[in-house]
């Protein structure tokens, strides 16, 4: 809440801040019209920071808006303490700060996670398998920790992290895992949300697992996907994180498709396509507990951030990603998930026309220029934002190709090149290259929605 009446913010600012080896804050709000002046920085404790856009329209208005949005930057070393937010105003080349909020930056979280379980040593490496759940279906449930028992790979250990389950699904949860002490599970006191509650199993995983692997509740893996997966990794020693394919299965027993990349072209080398649409599933994956030093803390990004697009991001942004060219496990796809109703309950992609005809008529459909508003904020901004976080944590360490391609995705929001950069790529799936969906299009239309609605607003 802010604390001046003229003055709201949209977006939940998070208290604490886990800077970490860097992080950047995304503030969005709105500054009412009795509120004289323009909107021109961000300022958080020792930072401040121009704003991307201010004066764009509220939601659902016609008129000139005084909607504002902008980055923080927090680099590691930032100094920790308790600091305000504050929106610095200007009026006749006067700035004034107008206090919105406030909050407390900290290096590392003060209790991110239960204490990591105590380990009996086992042969061979250990792998820690990092669950997280959220109202188990108890059938389903119980198929994926049969599988899971049934791995080939010796010496595993799985924690659990429960997402604010309701008494009568976490009581059915532990009756299924039993007393089989390979599992360790515990439930999070507040409900937040399968990104964040990722994080949460990863940080379980104890110290002496070199390798982590991401598992959903309810999917089934083959015997062999531990085994498989560290074998890849390990004959890939530049790769930080390995994935495989995986069968698609309905959850009312069809069968869907034999591998997840049937339309759609997997790219796990190219950072640019990997900004735009991920293709690196987190139940495909595992990783070496080395990448959590990049990618901890998760950044609180905009939108709907997922935990496999950002970890792999930061793998490919620091090293390379590892394939292995085979299903290893059924992936679950519920037919009333938002995916699934959009596509009228098939259990597999659409077809490259049925797609082409879906991005025009969804660009087609919108009013105006006005329409394109959501590509700004639930799409550009959370890639921009993962972008911004890959920069401050790894820098040089980012190689100058895949550094230039990050860059471009920011430079998007003020540069016209990157602009044009992003609409040539959206022609390369008519060229066979349809990683991305050509969602580059859709960034397009965002960021240019962003610049007319900026200049109107002035």
Same mark, same amino acid.
């Given at each position: ?165 309701? /008494?009568? #699904?976490? =009581?059915? &949860?532990? +009756?299924?895992?039993?007393? %089989? $002490? @390979? ?5 999070? *006191? ?14 379980? /995983?104890? #110290?002496? =697992?070199? &390798?982590? +692997?991401?598992?959903?509740? %309810? $999917? @089934? ?5 531990? *085994? ?231």
């Amino acid at each position: 809440m802010s604390d001046h009446p003229a003055c709201t913010l949209s977006t939940t600012l998070p208290d604490p801040i886990e800077v970490g080896g860097g992080t950047v804050v995304y503030v969005d709000g709105f500054l009412g019209a009795t509120e004289p002046g323009r909107p021109v920085a961000l300022r958080l404790g020792p930072v401040e920071q121009k704003l991307l856009a201010s004066g764009l329209p509220e939601t659902g208005s016609r008129g000139r808006g005084r909607r504002f949005a902008g980055f923080v930057d927090l680099p590691a070393g930032t100094p920790t303490g308790e600091v305000e937010l504050v929106l610095v105003v200007e009026t006749d080349s006067v700035t004034k700060p107008l206090h919105l909020a406030r909050t407390t930056i900290v290096t590392r979280s003060a209790k991110p996670a239960p204490p990591p379980p105590s380990v009996i040593g086992g042969d061979g490496t250990l792998i820690a398998i990092a669950m997280a759940t959220w109202e188990p279906d108890r059938e389903r449930f119980r198929e994926q920790l049969g599988s899971l028992r049934a791995q080939s790979w010796p010496n595993w250990i799985c924690v659990i992290s429960d997402d604010a389950s309701s /008494a009568e #699904a976490f =009581a059915g &949860l532990r +009756a299924v895992v039993g007393a %089989d $002490d @390979r599992f360790v599970i515990s439930r999070s *006191e507040d409900r937040r949300g399968f990104y964040f509650n990722f994080e949460r199993a990863i940080r379980m /995983a104890p #110290a002496e =697992a070199s &390798l982590i +692997a991401l598992c959903d509740q %309810d $999917d @089934r893996w083959d015997a062999d996907k531990l *085994e498989a997966l560290a074998a890849t990794l390990a004959a890939n020693p530049r790769a930080s994180l390995a994935y495989s394919d995986n069968r698609i299965r309905l959850d009312d027993g069809a069968a869907g498709f034999d591998s997840a990349f049937t339309e759609r072209r997997n790219s796990y080398d190219d950072i640019a396509s990997l900004l735009v649409a991920n293709t690196v599933t987190g139940a495909a994956s595992i990783f070496r507990r080395e990448l959590l030093e990049v990618a901890l803390p998760f950044p609180p990004a905009p939108g709907v951030p997922y935990h496999d697009h950002w970890l792999a991001l930061c793998a490919l942004a620091s090293g390379e990603i590892a394939y292995l060219d085979r299903p290893t496990y059924d992936r679950i796809r519920h037919l009333d998930s938002v995916t699934m109703l959009a596509r009228g309950g098939r259990g597999g992609p659409p077809g490259r026309q049925e797609r082409r005809r879906a991005r025009l008529q969804k660009l087609r459909s919108a009013r105006g220029a006005a329409g394109w508003r959501p590509f700004y904020f639930n799409r550009y901004l959370r890639i921009a934002h993962f972008a911004r976080v890959l920069e401050l944590r790894l820098g040089d360490r980012i190689a100058v190709k895949k550094r230039r391609a990050i860059h471009r995705l920011i430079a998007a929001d003020r540069s016209f090149g990157p602009v044009i950069w992003l609409a040539l790529r959206s022609l390369r799936p008519w060229l066979g290259r349809d990683e991305t969906f050509g969602i580059e299009r859709n960034l397009v239309a965002g960021v240019l929605w962003k610049r007319l609605a900026s200049r109107r607003g002035r």
